[in-house]
C-alpha cells in the first residue's frame, strides 16, 4: 500500500472542501436567477424556504470539514471520512437538484411550460379555497410537476416521491416529507391533454386532508365508520380502510364537480374482472366499480346536475354481467359495499373544520357550474373571449369545462385539440394576485436545523 502514491490529508480536504464550493454556487446561482424571474412569483416564498434549508445544511458539512482538518486523524483516517461527507455532499445535491427540476418545468417557453403554469393555477384555487373558508392560517402550498406517468400522485409528507427509486432515496424521500412544501406529480400525458390536470383537485384534497386541521384524517375516518356501523363485518372493515382517498375523491368532486368521476373512469377503465374484486390488504382504493359509484353518490348528495352512474346504476351493471364474468363471491360483495356507497357520501359531506361542512371548505356552489357550462362552449371557438376570470373558483370551473369539452369532442380531433389549447390559455389566467406563500413565515432555522440533521447526519456508506 505505502508504494502508491496517495494524496497528502491537506490535498484531500482541499478536493472535497472545493465541491461544497462550487454546490454552494451551484444553489446560490440558481435562487438568485429564479427570485428574480416573475414567471416564477408563485414560488417565492418555496425559494426563501429552500434556499434557508440548503445553505444550513451545506454550511453543517462545511463544519465538518473544518473538525476533521482538525482532528489529528491519519491519512487513511482523513480519506475515509472524506469520502463519508463527499457523499452527504452528493445526497445534498441530489436533492437540491431534485427540486430544481421540477420548478424549472415552468422555464420552458413551448407547450409543457404553459400546461404546468396551468396546473399550478388550479393548485392554487383547489388549495387556497377550504382555508379560506375555515378561517385558518395557510401552510405553503404544493409544488406541481409534471412526470411520465399515467395517472397523478401527491406526496403529502407520508411517502417518498415516485421518482425516486435510487439507494439513498429513501433519506431524500424523508427529506421532501418533513419540508413544508408538499408536491404533485401530475401525468406527462396532460401537455397533449390539459384535461388531465383535473386530477390536482384530487391531489391537492390529500394535502387538504393532512393540512387544513390536525384532526380531520381521523375525524373522516370515524364519519365513514359511523355511515357502515349497521353493516357486516367486510363493509364495516373495508370503508374506513379507505378513507384517504375517499376524502380526496370527496374534495375533488365538491371542487370541480362530475369532471373528477370522468378522469377517474378513463384510468380505471377495463374488463368486468378489474373493476370489480376482492380487495387485498393495504388497497388504498375501492375497486373502481365501487369508487366510480361513490363519485356519482357524491355529486347526488352534492346536489350537481347529472351527477353519474350511482350505486343503484353500478349494481344493475353487475347484476347485468354474464355468468363468470365477476366471480360470484366478489360480486356479493360488491354488492354489500354499492349499499352502503350512498350512506358514505352523505357521511362525507358532514365532515366539518371549524362548523364548516366539506361542501362549503370546497367552495361549492351553483355558480360555479353555470360558469362551467358556459365556458364549455368558449372552449370550441377560435379566439374565445373569457369573463370573471379573476376569482377564486375560476381555475376549477376552467378545469369542470375543459372535460367537458373534452367529452363532447371525443370524437373530433380538431375541436378537440382546440379545446385543449384554449383550455391551457384560461387556466393560466385563472385566479385573482396571490402566490403558494404560507399565511405565516414558516420556522426556518428550526426546519432547517433538522433537516441538516437528517440529510448531513445520515448513515454512512
Known amino acids: 500500500m505505502t508504494a502508491w502514491p496517495v494524496v497528502p490529508p491537506t490535498a484531500r480536504l482541499d478536493r472535497s472542501r472545493a465541491t461544497i464550493t462550487l454546490l454552494r454556487a451551484e444553489i446560490g446561482q440558481w435562487f438568485d436567477t429564479r427570485a428574480a424571474d416573475e414567471r416564477f412569483a408563485l414560488f417565492k416564498q418555496h425559494f426563501v424556504i429552500l434556499r434557508q434549508v440548503f445553505g444550513t445544511i451545506v454550511d453543517r458539512v462545511d463544519e465538518q470539514f473544518d473538525a476533521l482538518a482538525g482532528s489529528g486523524g491519519t491519512a487513511g483516517e482523513i480519506h475515509a471520512a472524506c469520502r463519508d461527507l463527499d457523499r452527504r455532499r452528493d445526497l445534498v445535491a441530489r436533492t437540491f437538484r431534485w427540486y430544481r427540476a421540477k420548478y424549472d418545468q415552468r422555464d420552458r417557453q413551448d407547450l409543457p411550460g404553459k400546461v404546468i403554469r396551468a396546473a399550478d393555477q388550479l393548485v392554487r384555487s383547489c388549495w387556497e379555497e377550504p382555508f379560506t373558508v375555515a378561517g385558518v392560517d395557510r401552510p405553503s402550498g404544493p ?197 352502503a356507497t350512498a350512506a358514505v357520501a352523505r357521511a362525507l359531506l358532514t365532515v366539518e373544520v371549524g362548523g364548516r361542512d366539506l361542501p362549503r371548505l370546497c367552495g361549492l356552489s351553483a355558480g360555479q357550474f353555470t360558469t362551467a357550462d358556459q365556458w364549455r362552449n368558449l372552449l370550441v371557438q377560435q379566439r374565445p373571449v373569457f369573463a370573471g376570470l379573476k376569482t377564486r373558483p375560476a381555475a376549477r370551473s376552467a378545469i369542470a369545462a375543459g372535460v367537458a369539452a373534452f367529452a363532447g369532442a371525443i370524437d373530433d380531433p380538431v375541436r378537440r385539440d382546440l379545446a385543449g389549447r384554449n383550455l391551457v390559455d384560461l387556466l393560466v389566467r385563472c385566479g385573482p394576485p396571490g402566490t403558494l406563500a404560507a399565511s405565516r413565515e414558516p420556522d426556518l432555522v428550526a426546519i432547517g436545523g433538522r433537516l441538516a440533521d437528517l440529510l448531513v447526519g445520515g448513515v454512512p456508506r
Do not use: K, M
Open 143 to 339: 409544488l406541481a410537476y409534471l412526470d411520465d406517468r399515467f395517472d397523478a400522485v401527491s406526496t403529502p409528507r407520508v411517502s417518498v416521491p415516485s421518482d425516486l427509486r435510487a439507494p439513498d432515496d429513501e433519506l431524500i424521500g424523508e427529506f421532501v416529507r418533513q419540508l413544508p412544501i408538499p408536491v404533485v406529480a401530475l401525468p406527462a400525458t396532460s401537455v397533449h391533454e390539459p384535461w388531465w390536470l383535473v386530477l390536482c383537485a384530487h391531489e391537492v384534497g390529500h394535502h387538504v386532508q393532512f393540512d387544513l386541521d390536525p384532526g380531520l384524517v381521523g375525524r373522516t375516518r370515524e364519519a365513514i365508520s359511523g355511515a357502515v356501523l349497521d353493516r357486516d363485518e367486510d363493509v364495516r372493515t373495508l370503508w374506513p380502510s379507505w378513507s384517504l382517498e375517499v376524502f380526496a375523491d370527496a374534495f375533488a368532486v365538491l371542487s370541480v364537480g362530475t369532471a373528477a368521476a370522468y378522469a377517474v373512469t378513463d384510468l380505471e377503465y377495463g374488463p368486468p374482472a378489474t373493476l370489480a374484486y376482492w380487495p387485498g390488504d393495504g388497497d388504498r382504493y375501492p375497486p373502481p366499480a365501487v369508487r366510480l359509484a361513490l363519485h356519482g353518490e357524491l355529486a347526488r348528495a352534492a346536489g350537481l346536475n347529472d351527477p353519474g352512474p350511482g350505486a343503484q346504476d353500478v349494481t344493475g351493471w353487475l347484476d347485468r354481467l354474464p355468468a363468470g364474468g365477476v366471480v360470484p363471491a366478489v360480486a356479493d360483495l360488491t354488492r354489500r359495499l354499492l349499499a
